[in-house]
T-cell receptor, first 112, second 118 residues
């Protein structure tokens, strides 16, 4: 059972800012939150990672509140090429240890 | 940017046959993974490998599956007797061993091997 919850799909228009929120109520103390992007027939690609507060890179920003039970990926001024599935990942733990499990992701559709 | 390389890009096999999917992880990486994605579904974790042994595996990774790092550069996934339901895109990934700890490291994925079992 995935430990993250995201909207299944979102629509946007070119030039808009897109915010995708992920819930991870049971995140472990040491875990980072990592977001990946996947285009059809390609492997997932790392976008951004953070532990708390705000992280920004050349592609996106990641906002994490103090309780770390959720995070928001912000894509500024999206273009058609940002149409993809976006996944947020945190660790999942069992008696073997930890692993990264992909949830259903958010399918973002950017329209002209 | 360094890449994870997977071969072949497409593999067609008959049910019951053995297949080996090959991956060349990024050279200084120490964690290795296999994931798979059935068409239209989410990416599923299969197995993680560190220090020449399996560190984690999922329920999907049963006795029909095995992984090996035969020569220090390649990382392979073997399916001994393929089933129709093994048809999927198989992704290899690798990550470094930095201070964040394995599960928090950035994963680099290959472009996948599309396996079709007939």
């Amino acid at each position: 059972l995935a430990k993250t919850t995201q909207p299944i799909s979102m629509d946007s228009y070119e030039g808009q800012e897109v915010n995708i929120t992920c819930s991870h109520n049971n995140i472990a103390t040491n875990d980072y939150i990592t977001w990946y992007q996947q285009f059809p027939s390609q492997g997932p690609r790392f976008i951004i990672q953070g532990y708390k507060t705000k992280v920004t890179n050349e592609v996106a920003s990641l906002f994490i509140p103090a309780d770390r039970k959720s995070s928001t990926l912000s894509l500024p001024r999206v273009s058609l090429s940002d149409t993809a599935v976006y996944y947020c990942l945190v660790g999942e733990y069992d008696n073997q240890g930890g692993k990264l499990i992909f949830g259903q992701g958010t399918e973002l559709s950017v329209k002209p | 940017e360094p890449e994870v390389t997977q071969t072949p890009s497409h593999q067609v096999t008959q049910m019951g046959q053995e297949v080996i999917l090959r991956c060349v992880p990024i050279s200084n990486h120490l964690y290795f993974y296999w994931y798979r994605q059935i068409l239209g579904q989410k990416v599923e974790f299969l197995v993680s490998f560190y220090n020449n042994e399996i560190s984690e595996k999922s329920e999907i990774f049963d006795d029909q599956f095995s992984v090996e790092r035969p020569d220090g550069s390649n990382f392979t996934l073997k399916i001994r007797s393929t089933k129709l339901e093994d048809s999927a895109m198989y992704f290899c990934a690798s990550s470094e061993d930095l201070e964040l700890g394995g599960i928090n490291e950035k994963l680099f994925f290959g472009s996948g091997t599309q396996l079709s079992v007939l």
